[in-house]
């Protein structure tokens, strides 16, 4: 299993939130578009207009829903991928599912329910944004100024997107949301088909990877022997475990510190023979013979690389946005959007330095990524560009 493609994977479901959220912020503001020729009458029609405006957002969220349910679909498929390498088979044109878990199945169908769900309240809230812009324009403006404030109102509507309040009273963007619920899922569901898998196939003992720049709170517990509590185990094993003091794969993946269950973390387990780990060979031995060691600790790496994923996803960003305005001009035959794209471009430009800054001062630890500073170029090289089909029967597509 490669964490590191689990990560790709969330990354390449977040541009496509991204655009979503866009796509619906976008439809809003061009309503408010509507009806200037008569400022006057501006405010009323808008209200009047309220209800075919509310079903042409729900026409595109149900388009939105339906991409990023054919995402969702194939990141939750890779990412089994990543646990059982047997069972999905890419090649250079197509993704081949061999078998389908029925867990994997019913992850599916709760991750299309979920969507759909959220997508309804991307909506709803899209449409009630507009009416408290429409009333904030029309408190706020003169009738003569009516177009400029709209024009105003504009890159601040898009550049803001659609903000959601949770239940828990915090509000984020809809898209940031999306994100933090789908790498969470990701990650606890490859780490639970693992342990299972282990159980089935009677393997007791693993270790986990040991990296350079690996979180601070997850320092202590790389490089070290868990054992998977499902598995069936002699009484010499159990002995053994009790008098090394060894923690259960459970105890740390479902509590804290959320080892290898934890989004952004890149830690794995990695099964070991019994004879191995009772060999009387120290842990850090076993991890390190067995080829899981990458490097020394340095809490400075791992700062060294969260900058630059947080860099890589600036760059996404600021090029989706200035797709966006291009896209805005191109579809409305003005240049209403230019100042926006020139100032996406400069912030492109400057992360791009940042990054290559960034890049040179840890020479040997970090590398530069292009196909992660490029949402297109990095769902091609996961293999998401792919169609596939599964060969046990049910959803098939092609
Ligand atoms: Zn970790």
Known sequence: MNKERIDDLVDILAAEYDRAENTIAV?????????????????????????????????????????????????????YRETAKDAIEVTEREIIVKKLPESVRADLADAKRWNAEKVALLANVAVNNKNSTVRFI??????????????????????????????????????????????????????????????????????????????????????????NAESEMSD??????????????????NGEPYLTSRPNCRHNFHALTVEEVMSGKSASKIVEDNGYKFGDYEEKNYRALQQQRLNERMIRKYKLRSETASKING???TRIMSPQREAADRKVREWQK??????????????????????????????VKYDYKVVDGELEKK
């Open 27 to 79: 439809r809003v503001q061009e309503e408010l578009f509507k009806y200037l020729d008569k400022p006057e009458e501006w405010a009323t029609m808008q209200y009047a207009s309220l209800n075919s405006f509310r079903k042409d957002v729900k026409r595109i969220a149900s388009e939105v829903l339906r991409k990023i349910d054919a995402k969702t679909e194939k990141a939750i498929i890779l990412s």
């Open 138 to 227: 029309s408190q706020t403006s003169r009738v003569d100024e009516l177009y400029d404030a709209v024009k105003r109102q504009m890159p601040k509507g898009i550049e803001n997107g659609v903000r959601v309040t949770y239940s828990d009273g915090s509000s984020r963007s809809w898209r940031s949301y999306m994100e933090m619920n789908i790498r969470t899922t990701l990650s606890q569901e490859a780490t639970e088909l693992q342990i299972e898998a282990g159980r089935d196939a009677g393997i007791v003992f693993y270790c986990c990877d040991e990296f350079a720049d690996c979180a601070p709170d997850h320092a202590d517990y790389q490089g070290k022997i868990y054992y």
């Open 236 to 253: 010499e094993i159990r002995a053994f475990i009790e008098e090394e003091g060894l923690l259960s794969m459970q105890e740390v993946v």
């Open 331 to 333: 579809e409305t035959s």
């Open 354 to 383: 940042r990054q290559r800054d960034l890049i040179r001062e840890n020479k040997g630890i970090l590398e530069r990524n292009y196909a992660r500073e490029n949402a297109k170029l990095m769902a091609e090289d996961v293999g």
